[in-house]
């Protein structure tokens, strides 16, 4: 059984041959960078985005591993005899814009599921590709920051809270009313452009809160941090308090509310309108 094997091995080293390999990518980002077409996902793809790719698929591959590939770049791709035993949901690059310019916040998402559902993801990793620090978590073994246990804030107060909120969306006049009530009893909103790791900074405490309610995040950057962020002690519900479990497809979007403990959550859906 593909649930038995040491995930946090195997991701571990899916993580370390992204970062070997998108190494001399790196040290060419101060040439074009060629568009390589639209990705499954609808984004156009980098080279730097399929090397990071091709570094998952081959760590998977060298361990022996059967699985269905869902990711954000080559869409759906079946590996081995059995490939409906495991499903590998990927963003190779989450926030690929800030890796372009040189905004130090870019991270690698990898989720694992025994059924192309979000809510079937059993093991995680997101990376911090920029600073290498890595975030994972099993289904009912917790989520760890480069091995240390994590756990979300506490703190409930709009005031003292520090809430991520993404409004990068060409349909901002219909999404932001929404969120009005919010905004104007927040104090401090951040958005630093990569949300699988943004999740992670909710599941670590170091924000209170993450708001996606564009109707535009694909489950390919949201898979492993769900679980990061559950596995934490976090929650993760839509804005009716309903729990999300979308099909995993890089075409497939979602809208979610992530919040370090429940009454910050309950504080955050009663201001947010539906
Ligand atoms: C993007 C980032 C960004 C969010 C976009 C995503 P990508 O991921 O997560 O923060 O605003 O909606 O598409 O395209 O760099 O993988
Ligand atoms: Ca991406």
Redesign the pocket.
């Known amino acids: 059984m593909n649930t038995q094997l040491d995930w946090f091995k195997i991701l571990t080293d899916c993580k370390n041959n992204v970062e070997d390999t998108i190494k001399p990518h790196l040290k060419t980002l101060n040439e074009p960078q060629p568009d390589l077409g639209e990705g499954a996902?609808g984004?156009a793809m980098k080279p730097i985005d399929l090397a990071a790719e091709k570094a998952i698929v081959n760590t998977l591959q060298d361990h022996g591993i059967s699985f269905s590939l869902i990711s954000?770049e080559s869409g759906f791709e079946k590996y081995g005899n059995t490939p409906e035993e495991c499903y590998v949901t990927i963003?190779p690059?989450?926030?690929?814009?800030?890796l372009l310019r040189g905004l130090p916040f870019?991270a690698s998402s990898i989720a694992i599921s025994r059924k192309p559902f979000i809510a079937e993801v059993y093991a995680a990793l997101v990376t911090d590709l920029y600073h290498d620090i890595t975030y994972m978590a099993q289904k009912n073994k917790g989520a760890y920051r480069d091995g240390e246990r994590i756990k979300p804030s506490q703190i409930s107060n709009l005031q003292e809270a520090v809430i991520g909120m993404?409004l990068?969306s060409y349909k901002v006049a219909e999404i932001a009313p929404k969120l009005t009530d919010l905004i104007q009893q927040t104090r401090h909103i951040r958005?630093?452009?990569?949300?699988?790791l943004?999740l992670c900074y909710v599941a670590n405490g170091l924000t209170d809160a993450f708001v996606?309610i564009?109707g535009?995040?694909?489950t390919?950057?949201a898979a492993a941090g769900f679980l990061i962020v559950k596995e934490a002690g976090g929650l993760i519900t839509d804005i009716n308090n309903q729990s999300v479990n979308v099909k995993l497809d890089p075409r497939q979007s979602l809208n979610f509310v992530a919040s370090g403990n429940a009454k910050i959550h309950n504080t955050i859906l009663g201001l947010v309108k539906s």
Do not use: M, P, Q, V
């Open positions: 996902g984004d954000e963003d690059i989450d926030g690929t814009t800030n870019y993404d990068n958005h630093y452009g990569a949300n699988a943004e996606d564009r535009k995040l694909r390919t950057d």
